[in-house]
């Protein structure tokens, strides 16, 4: 089992920033692939940056240029940094861990962008 802590949502203006943390615990060794997704009221839940334990990176068309995930695997966290915040980005954030093919997630953090 893997266990997922998220931090760091909160109520941002327009344009301001939030970085998003998500701590990893349990069965971490062989992580593969660690994101985040969000889930806005009324809508589907949807990818917005996801890292390998290699690197490789992969975002959202919305939040390109905008937002950067990275990852420590020596920390086992993964974190996600919002810049330019629109209202549009306003969801409740998840991480997710993938290992062995089994998906795991956190429990949300909200991210609330308003003036």
């Known amino acids: 089992q893997v266990q997922l802590v998220e931090s760091g949502g909160g109520l941002v203006q327009p344009g301001g920033s939030l970085r998003l943390s998500c701590a990893a615990s349990g069965s971490i060794f062989s992580i593969n692939a660690m994101g985040w997704y969000r889930q806005a009221p009324g809508k589907q839940r949807e990818l917005v940056a996801a890292?390998?334990?290699?690197?490789?990176?992969n975002y959202a068309d919305s939040v390109k240029d905008r937002f950067n995930i990275s990852r420590d695997n020596a920390k086992n966290t993964v974190g996600l940094q919002m810049n330019s915040l629109k209202p549009e980005d306003t969801a409740v954030y998840y991480c997710?861990?993938?290992?062995?093919?089994?998906?795991?997630w956190g429990q949300g953090t909200q991210v609330t962008v308003s003036s």
């Open positions: 890292i390998t334990s290699g690197g490789s990176t």
């Open positions: 997710n861990a993938i290992r062995y093919g089994t998906v795991y």
